[in-house]
């Protein structure tokens, strides 16, 4: 039976990472994971660049049960922390908006690096390998896969959570946490596009594609998230960044509230060009929106636009009230999803591991000695923007120097 001191259960972003450190540390690691290749995600991630960081990187950023949970592992391992990694490998790396940190050489130049980090500290991976079954053994563990049993003193789960079943996301992180005992908070798909009935949507559907700076907001109190970022209107729904990181605040039930003209006073602007002016309301309307958006607006199917003058009215015979209005309706336009586009689609799973039974300096599970949980399959999850793999790395950095 193989023996080494700690076996690391899924060979993603956190797991590779900690199996480098840890390895390099000196511990005997063994890595493995199900899949084909290692790191599918960071292989897709940011549009094949890799999204690896964020310049601001806080507590705040997070959504979690147990907020504060994070602040630990984040503050012991930093976006400066990773950089000078990268540097090190000779990997540039560029700045998008937002602090959001790509790497100049796309995402395998990020695995090649983690692999030689492994390398480095002579961890063995088996892959493709499946693990069966952990159980306590002795002062550690036995744990079955494809390739037989191992015995190992300690185990760190990082099977990262549900979304994209298609490259190898399961829910095995989480039945093993229960079958230790944990409890898991309700797992859901996050950084997700948003969903409506189609009856509700089909005066929208025609304007897929259209894409335009928007401020969205759902929740109260602690749940209540807000941003200012692109939307996009797609075929079944809306997407696009601004919609993506409200989707890990929305609640099933609940509205979004949307301003589709952030930063502008909508109503003093076409009540201000009422002047003389000859021109058709659609046509001012237009010079603060996409056109196929004023257009769609306006158009008597929409149900509620009946409420406003028609698109060829000269904008002068317009009533105030009715600008105003019709103003407010684009400003605080409230409207509630019937779903998300679900695990499919989405880039995370919000949701997972109760970090209530966890040690936030080392991972290491409260209930079960030796047991550690990195990285997405705990209850730690991301804005769009870096701050997921940041979590990664940062969980996967307390687990290996607690280890
Ligand atoms: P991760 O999913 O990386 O790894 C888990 C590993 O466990 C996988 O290799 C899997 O095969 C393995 N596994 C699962 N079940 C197993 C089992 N039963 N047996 C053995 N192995 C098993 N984040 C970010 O910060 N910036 C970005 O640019 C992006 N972009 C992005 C794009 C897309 C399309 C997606 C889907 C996600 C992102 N993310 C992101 C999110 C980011 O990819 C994610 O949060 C991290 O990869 C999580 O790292 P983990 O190691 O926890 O899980």
New binding site residues.
């Given amino acids: 039976m193989a023996d080494v001191d700690v076996v690391i ?8 990472f900690c199996a480098g450190m840890a390895g390099q540390l000196g511990l005997r690691v063994l890595v ?4 084909e290749r ?5 292989r ?3 549009g094949g660049r ?4 964020n310049r601001e990187v806080g507590p705040g950023q997070f959504l979690s049960a147990n907020p504060d949970f994070c602040r630990s592992a984040l503050a012991r391992y930093t976006p400066a922390d990773f950089i000078a990694l990268m540097q090190r490998h000779r990997l540039g790396f560029h700045e998008k908006h937002l602090g959001q940190l790509f790497c100049d050489d796309g995402s395998e130049a990020v695995i090649a690096m983690l692999l030689r980090e492994c390398d480095a500290g002579g961890v063995s991976r088996w892959q493709p ?3 069966t079954a952990v159980r306590t053994a002795g002062n550690g563990f036995e744990v079955d896969t494809a390739r037989g049993t191992v015995r190992a003193a300690r185990v760190v789960v ?4 549900l ?2 079943p298609k ?4 829910d ?2 989480h039945r093993l946490a229960r079958h230790f005992g944990h409890r898991i908070v309700e797992p859901r798909p996050a ?1 997700v596009p948003l969903s409506f009935a189609a009856a509700d949507w089909a005066p929208y559907a025609a304007l897929a594609g259209t894409a335009l700076p928007a401020e969205v907001r759902t929740g109260q109190g602690r749940g209540a998230g807000r941003f200012v970022e692109d939307l996009l209107f797609t075929h079944r729904g809306l997407s696009g960044p601004a919609i993506l990181q409200i989707s890990s605040y929305w609640r099933p039930g609940a509205p979004l509230h949307i301003d589709l003209a952030p930063g502008q006073a909508l109503d003093r602007a076409l009540v201000g060009a009422k002047a003389g002016a000859q021109r058709q309301l659609g046509t001012v309307l237009a010079e603060h929106l996409p056109r196929r958006l004023a257009q769609a607006w306006l158009a008597p199917e929409r149900p509620g636009a009946a409420a406003f003058p028609p698109p060829q009215r000269p904008l002068a015979e317009c009533r105030d009230r009715d600008l105003t209005a019709l103003a407010a309706s684009l400003q605080a336009w409230s409207l509630v999803p019937d779903g998300t586009e679900g695990y499919r689609k ?3 799973t919000a949701g997972g591991v109760d970090t209530r039974e966890l040690q936030s300096a080392s991972l290491e599970s409260r209930r079960q000695p030796g047991l550690h949980f ?4 705990v209850d730690v999850t ?1 804005w ?9 790395w940062a969980s996967a950095a307390a687990c290996a120097r607690a280890m």
Avoid: M, R
């Fill in positions: 259960l899924g060979a993603g972003a956190a797991g590779l493995l994971d199900h899949a290692v790191a599918e995600k960071i897709i991630s940011g890799c999204n690896f960081t390998c499946p693990f990082a099977t990262g959570g979304s994209i490259i190898g996301a399961t095995a992180g950084l989405a880039e995370v990195i990285g997405e399959v991301g769009l923007g870096g701050y997921n793999f940041q979590w990664a």
